[in-house]
């Protein structure tokens, strides 16, 4: 292992119950000032070899009943909950989030740890009527769910607190070991969460926490052997790969979206403006069913479109620590100048700017555009920053087809009071969730999480991931008349 020291604190590398540092290190910034707020071990491949055998170590030789999941799973709630001013902070300043959504993030994760934990208590199989086939009368049928074995998780930068619980909580509950690897740009809360799981009393090897690019670290996780499942948050070229490249490894994908919301004629404008504003922009537009196509019936879109720059006018960009701020920064000046360039782009193809439309640093002002078309990139990719697009339509059907006009599918809007509508809406609107009268963006943590073509494969929500996660093992009792 290239760990030289065990630190005291917990901000190393965490393996096998021990915390390590190593020769190289990565700063973490503060995205909005661009201050160095810390730093984190960098794992090597031997570091990810001795995470995984750590892990498949403690599947063997600690099995983890369910009532130790749930009350360990309960225990971390707790502390996180106790610590949630801290945890809110330092989301803020390491992933450049406002204070009020990182606050929300946090209470998010106390209630996905909370419900993965009662799920601990609900794994069940079924009985199999094996009388109902000719010739098995005297054999008797049962299905269990057992643990996949060791998962590598892979999490994002813009939720490195929920996005890491969505998929450690529910492997514990499922009764597996994990590898995790966060965002690079964002490990200081998963860090925290490692030392929180160790107070809670998880036996050494369940968490294993390796920090590193995606290219090294997690190719490493990828590719190695010794793991039974991945599942991954982030883009859909990361995403394409990992699928390529994970033989038969199960794999669970969450990955991006443009995501299209449409207001009919007879929407509550008020209601949609507010809404499509605050999820256009909100965490700067960084998350994966973040409002990006607005399509507006004709009728009311110019009544709309003031409302909607009024909304959108009326948000506090600024430092994410200021508790009245809605906007903050982007992850990294990089994609700053990318989004800049984009919005540039549109604009020289014929797009008009409503409102914003400039770059500042690392910040983006919330951008509305319009007059755009469906070959700009604004439109027909994932922007992942602070720009939305208002289109018009003619008919409901057109919307549809609008929203429907797309390489991904996770979560479309659609604001309508006219039950026939919205239930066309949900029939046809090829997307994993239809959000009637909210936004795309709208999410309970309970939910079945996730979308299809390039927005992903498989299910979040700790009762779904918990089915992700096991396997069904069929057990078949051939009983003998005792003569």
């Not at 001795?50 to 892990?55: E, L, N, S, V």
Request: charged fraction near 20%; glycine fraction near 8%.
């Amino acid at each position: 292992m290239s760990g030289v020291s065990t630190t005291q604190n917990g901000t190393g590398l965490y393996i096998n119950g021990e915390w390590l540092e190593t020769n190289e290190k990565m700063k973490v910034y503060n995205k909005f000032t661009q201050e160095v707020i810390g730093e984190a071990a960098v794992a090597g491949q031997q570091d990810v070899d001795a995470a995984i055998k750590a892990a498949n170590e403690a599947m063997a030789n600690r099995p983890l009943p369910s009532h130790e999941r749930f009350e360990i799973l309960k225990r971390t709630a707790e502390l996180i909950s106790k610590n949630a001013e801290e945890i809110a902070q330092l989301i803020a300043k390491e992933g450049g989030k406002p204070l009020k959504d990182a606050t929300a993030e946090v209470n998010r994760s106390v209630q996905v740890v909370m419900t993965a934990a009662e799920e601990a208590k609900r794994i069940h199989g079924e009985t199999v009527s094996l009388d109902a086939v000719p010739g098995s009368g005297n054999r008797m049928g049962v299905y269990i769910r057992v643990p996949v074995g060791v998962v590598a998780a892979i999490t994002p930068f813009n939720f490195p607190m929920n996005l890491v619980v969505h998929k450690v909580a529910p492997a514990i509950a499922a009764g597996c070991a994990v590898v995790l690897k966060p965002a690079s740009t964002t490990p200081l809360s998963a860090i925290y969460l490692c030392n929180l799981l160790e107070e809670a009393g998880l036996p050494k090897g369940y968490i294993n926490l390796v920090i590193g690019s995606g290219r090294t670290v997690g190719d490493y996780l990828v590719a190695h052997p010794d793991k039974k499942m991945i599942t991954f948050t982030g883009s859909p070229n990361v995403g394409l790969r990992i699928k390529q490249n994970s033989g038969f490894n199960r794999v669970t994908l969450e990955l991006g979206n443009n995501s299209g919301n449409i207001v009919h004629s007879d929407a509550d404008l008020d209601l949609a403006a507010d809404l499509l504003a605050k999820k256009a922009f909100g965490s700067a537009g960084q998350f994966c069913v973040s409002v990006q196509r607005v399509y507006v019936h004709e009728d009311v879109i110019d009544a709309f479109t003031k409302k909607m720059v009024e909304a959108t006018n009326n948000l506090v960009v600024g430092n994410p620590l200021d508790p009245n701020t809605d906007v903050g920064p982007l992850i990294t000046l990089d994609e700053a100048k990318r989004i800049e360039d984009w919005i540039k782009e549109a604009v020289s193809d014929g797009a008009e700017v409503l409102t914003g439309g400039t770059r500042d640093g690392v910040v983006i002002q919330p951008t509305l555009l319009r007059k755009v078309s469906s070959t700009m990139k604004v439109v027909c990719e994932e922007v992942f920053g602070p720009v939305a697009s208002i289109i018009p339509y003619q008919t409901f059907d057109q919307a549809i087809d609008l929203v429907n006009d797309s390489e991904y599918g996770l979560q479309a809007g659609v604001f309508t009071n006219n039950v026939n509508l919205a239930w066309k809406a949900a029939k046809k609107i090829q997307t994993g969730g239809v959000i009637i009268n909210d936004t795309s963006s709208y999410r309970a943590d309970i939910m079945p999480y996730g979308g299809i073509d390039k927005s992903g494969a498989g299910r979040e929500g700790p009762k779904f991931a918990v089915e992700e996660m096991t396997d069904i093992r069929m057990v078949v009792f051939n009983v003998q008349d005792d003569k």
